[in-house]
Antibody, heavy 120, light 107 residues
């Protein structure tokens, strides 16, 4: 069965960096686009970034463009989110999600999320 | 960016009620719309994709319709497990965007 397990969250000071990981299993990781979606405490969902199956195409939300970088390691079935210049408004649960790719970029499987808290 | 607007923001309903949630896009998105259900402390779960296609394993009381800029999610007979927050998402244009959510509460 498909499993997505995020890690790397924690408390970080404003301006610092953090890297999130998402370990994937149960499907052919290298065949699907992958996404990061976040949810600030008590708020709605915000789409963050997408990376294509081979890593060659990436897109970002305006709120993170230039600060966050999505990447993937298809050998080790792992998705990453490098977050630099963190701000208080980046505090959120970060979910990784798999898209259907062949049928469209809707998110058919999600991880359980990892909490990032940006605070001094 | 395409703005997605859901209505209502909160909905109070009883078990057995028919419930309809609306999602409007600021630009046409064809049928590239998904609906998700989220319960407190849990990850979202896919219900509907391509506006009206039911995800495998999702009960048939859930249905979606619409195209272009106006979409609806309908629950034909609300069950206790359906009290949750529902989000629409467009995946026609980057950046992909979600609606603000609709919380379905017990009346």
């Amino acid at each position: 069965q498909v499993q997505l397990v995020e890690s790397g969250g924690g408390v970080v000071q404003p301006g610092r960096s953090l890297r999130l990981s998402c370990a994937a299993s149960g499907f052919t990781f290298s065949s699907y686009g992958m996404h990061w979606v976040r949810q600030a405490p008590g708020k709605g969902l915000e789409w963050v970034a997408i990376i294509s199956s081979n890593g060659g195409d990436k897109h970002y939300a305006d709120s993170v463009k230039g600060r966050f970088t999505i990447s993937r390691d298809n050998t080790n079935n792992t998705l990453y989110l490098q977050m630099n210049s963190l701000r208080g408004e980046d505090t959120a649960v970060y979910y990784c999600a798999k898209d259907n790719s062949y049928g469209g970029w809707y998110l058919d499987y999600w991880g359980q999320g990892t909490l990032v808290t940006v605070s001094s | 960016d395409i703005q997605m607007t859901q209505s209502p923001s909160t909905l109070s309903a009883s078990v057995g009620d028919r419930v309809t949630i609306t999602c409007r896009a600021s630009l046409t998105i064809s049928s590239w719309l998904a609906w998700y259900q989220q319960k407190p402390g849990k990850a979202p779960k896919l219900l509907i994709y391509k506006a009206s296609s039911l995800e495998s394993g999702v009960p048939s009381r859930f249905s979606g319709s619409g195209s272009g800029t106006e979409f609806t999610l309908t629950i034909s007979s609300l069950q206790p497990d359906d009290f949750a927050t529902y989000y629409c998402q467009q995946y026609n244009n980057y950046p992909f965007t979600f609606g603000q959510g609709t919380k379905v509460e017990i009346k």
